[in-house]
């Protein structure tokens, strides 16, 4: 309950920084609490999908035995989630855009979603474990190490091998 808001916060925390800053170089006329909001909004809709798919992690839960199964749905439920969200950011940033008359605000938002992606990615690395693996002992957090896409890689190939 506490590591997916943390993940969604720092995650947020690390970025915006930047966002703002390739808003300002590049002529935008929003302001940083235009910004936050836009963003907290999108955290909240992020939250929000999430919960919504609950109930078919859970289902999934009782009707799959396989770890590597769990932890790819779970990616991808986060991947859909985020991917909502943004996208109520990018409607966000056209409105303000018409409304201040700043086109090109919503272009500049889809080239830093990259970085949010990536830093929000291993974040959750770094926040790991959601689910925990059947053959370690229980832990809150682990030790600090690899990284986010070569563990979803290693973990696709371990669910493809029969």
Do not use: D
């Not at 590049?26 to 235009?34: C, I, N």
């Not at 700043?102 to 959750?124: D, P």
């Not at 474990?129 to 832990?139: C, E, L």
């Not at 030790?143 to 190939?157: D, M, R, V």
């Amino acid at each position: 309950m506490i590591k997916l808001p943390l993940l969604f916060l720092a995650t947020l925390g690390i970025c915006l920084p930047s966002f703002y800053i390739f808003n300002l170089v590049l002529g935008s006329k929003l302001k940083f609490g235009q910004l936050v909001v836009l963003l907290l909004y999108a955290v909240c809709l992020t939250a929000v999908i999430c919960a919504s798919l609950a109930p078919v992690a859970f289902f999934f839960m009782i009707c799959s035995s396989g770890y590597h199964f769990m932890v790819l749905l779970h990616v991808a439920i986060m991947a859909l989630a985020g991917l909502v969200g943004l996208k109520g950011v990018v409607k966000g940033l056209q409105f303000l855009s018409e409304k201040t008359g700043m086109k090109g605000t919503e272009n500049i938002f889809r080239v830093w979603l990259f970085l949010y992606a990536i830093v929000g990615a291993q974040m959750s690395w770094i926040l790991r474990p959601f689910i925990g693996a059947p053959n370690m002992p229980f832990q809150i957090f682990r030790p600090i190490g690899g990284n986010f896409f070569t563990a979803i890689l290693k973990t696709l190939w371990q669910l493809l091998q029969p």
